[in-house]
């Protein structure tokens, strides 16, 4: 068989049903001929956010794909490429590359070489018959340990190779491990003799999908837990004990706990340190479960290390706890005082939560949301910026992978590509992104690939006229030339498209537009709701 008829047989043995992609590469043909559907984007980008929502919406158990032109294609992915990098998303990145005779001249992109320093493993295919030998390590550095994407580029020159069959691949295993014993035993000991202790649970236990352990440890020891943006929707937020999420804006139970712990217990975390994620204060007592030993005292200084699949570890340590607290320990006490923290906290912030004039408040927008859709059967996402940090610490999520979080850098357009991909994985959720003016000005003609593609999301955008966080740092730009000003009519673009779009301005229009929104996506169409707000730059960062 021909080259590609080999790679797209391995992707499907692999469970791979959708690949993403743009033009040219012919992998997209030789994956609509194995009936992989093939979905088409504007641009390369967004392609890549849309493999990397399918991977975590599915805890990696189906992988997503990404296949791109050789040259300005792969060039054009790279941010992409390197946002998976940065998450630790397992993402097979596809890109066809220059003919073997030129892959190393200067100055032709060659993919391999230049991703190489972001992305877990980097490949050419050079020999077709070393085609099955290249897939199989791709996929097991996929499938196993941390994740992140994995490159095999495929030279243009290769396609009419021969590949021996019958196609000598079967798909790759699957392995976990776990901590050392030893290690267990000395943080059972810390947790259960803790004064304070407090759980950061980050995105390795969706990876790992060790939800109901998490819960277990929890309520055995009556410990409050917070969860990074990445681990949001790991622990029900509804729960006595969730203090909620934390990035750079937090509700005000997160540091205040995070301050008065004495052992802080980070499960399927990183640590990274970012402006995006929740600083931990100094002097704490941490024990660190990671699944990558190289993040252990990568940002903070760890007393115990386990390293393994947050599964393994938490079975580990609940087996090693059960041997002294055979019963949940009463939580009455500390599950009283994050209430009042939350109810004080939320008291601040109800004015805005609630305002009722225009130009309507983004925190409004969003309060209204959260309070009309079926949470339980929503996976929501944002942008960065306002968006994110309006929505994430009033967001409660409540069911595991409902809400694709990120905790580090990131490029302004993420959320809709996240969207479209949750959708395409998950097809019987209401899907969501939540971005604003300037995040539609980078990646907004991919609305026409939802409607194209039949993916029925629905995009919340909170239009400001403005880039708003910047007003501050921008003070005589904006006053000499407007520098922050931006403008646009989304809604109509939406349905210049072919989709629902809505403008709304009045505070009682908000929920009856949502409303039409989620049943519009049921009809199989993708809707837009532009939503005119001020320019509001209050967040609830720690303190407040």
Sequence with gaps: MKLGAAIAEIMKREGIEILCGYPVNHLIEYAANADIRPVMVRQERIGMHMADAISRVTSGR???????????GAENAMGGVAQCYGESVPVLVLPMGYARRLANVDPNFNSSQAMKAF?????????????CNIFRRAFTRLKNGRGGPVIVEIPADMWNEEVAEPLNYTPVLRTRYGADPV????????LVNARRPVIYAGQGVHYARAWPQLKRLAERLAIPVTTSLGGKSSFPETHPLSLGSGGLAVPRAVPKFLGDADVIFGIGCSFTETSFGIAMPKGKTIIHSTLDPN???????????????AGLVLDALLEEIGKTVTADRDAGAVAAEIAASHKEWLAKWLPKLTHNEA??????VLWDLQHTVDIHNTIITHDAGSPRDQLSPFWK????????????????????GLAMGAKLAKPDKLCINVWGDAAIGFTGMDFETAVRERIPIMSILLNNFSMAIELKVMPISTEKYRSTDISGDYAAMARAFGGHGERVTRPED??????????????????????????????SRPGT
């Design 62 to 72: 189906t992988i997503g794909a990404f296949c791109m032109q050789h040259g300005p």
């Design 119 to 131: 992305s877990k493993s980097s490949e050419p295919i050079n020999l077709a018959s070393e085609v």
């Design 183 to 190: 290690h267990v035993k000395e943080a059972a000991a810390l």
């Design 295 to 309: 993040h252990i005292n990568k940002d903070v200084e760890a007393r115990v290390g386990l390293v393994g699949d």
């Design 359 to 364: 130009p309507l408040n983004p925190y409004r």
């Design 397 to 416: 999520s409540v069911e595991p992978l409902s809400y694709i979080g990120w905790g580090k850098t990131t490029q302004l357009g993420y959320g809709l």
């Design 510 to 539: 908000i929920i009856p537009a949502i409303r039409r929104g989620i049943q519009k996506t049921q009809e199989g169409v993708p809707v837009l709701l532009e939503f005119i707000t001020s320019k509001e730059t209050e967040v």
